[in-house]
């Protein structure tokens, strides 16, 4: 009878130290994290702009005739070619007669043009109130890898294809949503860091103008922040190769703020500092231009992330269906609690001294979302993840596909594939994740803006009645 033969020894038995000495380099200096960085930003660009045109930008691809009435207009496709026909000066698309294809601009006419022309039981346009501001939705979680900037680009990109003009303000300095969105920041001045000096340069003006009439000595005034006065939101805004989505991007120097924030907070203590990037947005008529604002965060509770959440009306909470993205994303909102519930405790000590009415955050709806979901593994503990966040969680589980893999090599969104690299079924199943996932959150849009709606037509009343 054969002996079975012994399996080899673990690759971590019998190590010679010397042989792995040998096969080690001199003492690595800072120099060489240098040369690694530009090592990686070489293959970054290079990666990044895969997507990309020959021009070296990034353009949308077009739509469908398919697509268009399938995804983004509620019309029979029989009936979308009979009012080209009858209407000339709308745009007719390119290609065979059966087979059209339009970018999204000429997609945005049609939908208006069916909004005013079209069947009155049909809604074309995707709802919003007119005379109130933009919904700021922040994504967060200071846990890294649970799909905070895919959800984030996504979402703009769902919005954007439902009618929605969009901006979205990347604060992660690592650039991954500005890289999606083929955005071009050259230094810190073209990220919202000028933002927060030019609110912190504001209140050293009112802090200097107090101090002044007391005869007391003014603090100084460097020149970045002289130079933050000459910013606006509208001086960072850069356009996409999405016609209804604008940007404000990100890159390296942006993590300067996590330094510079406190120092300034030491300098002035009474600065509210989580109020800077909320007042850039409300000072400066930004939330009048846009109907929806979303903010990507960094994985880290910091300042940054901190502004994202004071300005957020909606707080989306990406986390994965395993248990340390649930324990992470616990000792999150324990975070959140003692963070924001300090700043009000400190906010209204001093108010309440000035008599003064107290402040409080306030959100209109918070959702954690489960993403990269995978239903024959992962189920059984989703459910306890939904059981235990309750009302916080949404509905869909955002399933992870195929799709998503490819389109994320070419740095795009899976809007951004042209379905007939696809197959047709796993094209539907791709778009499904991030449509339902759309669906929920426009759900929570809408059911905001109205009760806003209402409550302003109440206090309306309430007026003339005194």
Not at 223 to 241: A, F, K
Not at 303 to 326: C, H, K, M, Q, R
């Amino acid at each position: 009878m054969a002996s079975t033969p012994k399996p080899p020894p673990p690759p971590y038995f019998n190590i010679d130290p010397a042989k792995a000495a040998a096969g080690l380099s001199d003492p690595i200096d800072t120099a060489r994290f240098a040369k690694a960085a530009a090592f990686a930003a070489k293959g970054r660009d290079d990666l990044a702009k895969r997507g990309y045109s020959p021009d070296g930008k990034k353009h949308l691809r077009r739509f469908s005739t398919w697509e268009i009435c399938r995804y983004l207009i509620d019309v029979a496709p029989a009936h979308l070619r009979r009012v080209l026909k009858s209407h000339p000066d709308l745009p007719q698309g390119t290609g065979e007669a059966g087979s059209k294809w339009f970018t999204l601009s000429e997609v945005l006419i049609l939908r208006e043009h069916f909004a005013t022309e079209g069947a009155s039981n049909k809604q074309y346009k995707s709802w919003r109130p007119e005379g109130l501001p933009a919904k700021v939705v922040s994504v967060a979680n200071f846990k890294g890898g649970v799909g905070k900037t895919s959800t984030c680009a996504h979402l703009a990109m769902s919005a954007a294809l439902d009618g929605y003009k969009v901006l979205v303000i990347d604060l992660d300095s690592q650039g991954s949503l500005t890289s999606i969105m083929g955005g071009t920041v050259p230094d810190e001045w073209s990220t919202a860091f000028p933002l927060m000096a030019k609110d912190f340069a504001r209140h050293l003006q009112s802090e200097n103008t107090v101090r002044r009439a007391r005869g007391a000595v003014e603090l100084p005034f460097d020149e970045t922040l002289t130079e933050s006065l000459q910013v606006s939101p509208r001086n960072l805004i850069q356009e996409t190769h999405w016609p209804n989505i604008d940007l404000i991007g990100a890159q390296l120097n942006l993590y300067w703020a996590e330094f510079q924030v406190p120092v300034w907070r030491m300098q002035v203590r009474s600065w509210p500092l989580w109020d800077a990037l909320t007042n850039a947005l409300e000072s400066e008529g930004i939330l009048d231009e846009y109907d929806i604002v979303l903010i990507d965060t960094p994985p880290a509770l910091g300042y940054l992330t901190i502004n994202a959440l004071a300005a957020a009306d909606i707080l989306l909470v990406p986390l994965g269906a395993s248990f340390l993205e649930f324990d992470s994303t616990g000792r999150f909102f324990d975070m959140l609690y003692s963070t924001f519930a300090s700043i009000e405790e400190g906010e209204n000590r001093i108010r309440r001294q000035d008599g003064l009415p107290e402040m409080k955050f306030e959100w209109d709806a918070v959702r954690a979302l489960i993403t990269r979901f995978d239903a024959s593994q992962q189920t059984d503990l989703a459910n306890v993840i939904q059981a235990y966040f309750g009302d916080f969680m949404t509905t869909y589980r955002q399933e992870i596909t195929a799709m998503v893999g490819q389109a994320g090599e070419q740095v795009n969104g899976i809007y951004e594939a042209d379905y007939r690299e696809f197959n047709r079924d796993t094209y539907v199943r791709g778009r499904e994740a991030f449509d339902r996932t759309w669906a929920e959150v426009k759900e929570v849009l809408l059911g905001t803006w109205w009760r806003d709606l209402e409550a302003a037509k109440k206090e309306a009343e309430d007026g003339k009645e005194t």
